[in-house]
């Protein structure tokens, strides 16, 4: 399915990022595997060689402009191009909005945006310059709806969303198409929820396949999409506008207000 595909794929080194390596390079991809954690991303290039396929590993953080440049520049000496990139690297840490620390406000935001804004940056500036476009794939979270304890990892993760369909836009020109996924699978992040409700953890091996199929040509028509996987399920997101109430002639806030009062009690 991604037979001679060139893809850059962050947060390799465990979880889901680890499982989308493997399962691209099982489809034929040739995978730049990037972590900030060196022994991970290179049992995870063991793990694709030892299945015959094709990865090399690029260590630090993609928070670093020249880290998230190395990803792409190891990808096209090694591989000849860039064909696909998968934004997956990013931290959480949990605690109640007003209990949250500087340095780890600093650190989400640092990663989980400037990263993956400097990870897609570099890879769609190859993909453009060899003319042949690519995709890309970003990860977001339900915690951009909200989830408590969550509120800065999921502004991370909505400021993402946000990425997805701007580059969407900007990248069809160039045949660069853009989706994000939502992926539900038992990692060591998604432990981090103890909700009492919290749905049932796959292994992010049955969640894979949804990034293999994005980074494939097969699915070319789609771009700017927000979808949910859970290894069963496969739904999109939304984003249309919900008018609940209107008014010609003008309003007032106390009008404002009692509309607002009815809508929250639908």
């Known amino acids: 399915m991604l037979a001679a595909k060139r893809v850059i794929i962050t947060g390799a080194g465990r979880g889901l990022g680890r499982a989308y390596a493997i399962a691209a390079a099982a489809a034929g991809a040739s995978v730049v595997v990037g972590d900030i954690d060196t022994d991970a991303a290179e049992q995870t290039v063991a793990a694709i060689r030892a299945s015959g396929g094709n990865g090399v590993a690029v260590t630090g953080s993609v928070a670093d402009w020249a880290v998230a ?16 990139v998968v934004a997956n690297a990013a931290i959480m840490s949990t605690a109640d909005p007003w209990d949250e620390a500087e340095d780890d406000l600093r650190a989400i935001a640092e990663v989980n945006i400037l990263g993956v804004q400097f990870t897609a940056r570099h890879a769609m500036r190859a993909m453009v310059e060899s003319g042949r476009g690519g995709s890309v794939v970003t990860v977001v979270s339900g915690a951009r709806d909200g989830i408590a304890g969550m509120s800065a990892y999921g502004a991370s993760k909505g400021a993402v969303a946000a990425m997805t369909a701007n580059w969407a836009l900007a990248g069809h020109a160039h045949g660069i198409r853009v989706n994000a ?80 009062v009815l809508e929250a009690e639908r």
Do not use: K, N
Request: net charge negative; charged share 20%; glycine share 10%.
């Open 181 to 260: 996924i939502s992926p539900l699978g038992l990692t060591r992040m998604s432990q981090a929820d103890h909700r009492s409700d919290r749905p049932p953890m796959p292994d992010p091996s049955r969640v894979a396949p949804v990034v293999t199929a994005l980074l494939s040509d097969a699915s070319a028509p789609l771009t700017g999409a927000v979808l949910r996987f859970d290894g069963t399920m496969l739904g999109r997101y939304d984003s249309s506008l919900h008018t609940f109430a209107t008014s010609p002639a003008g309003w007032r806030g106390e009008d404002l207000a009692a509309a607002l």
């Open 69 to 84: 440049r190395a990803l792409t520049e190891r990808c096209v000496q090694e591989f000849g191009g860039v064909d696909g």
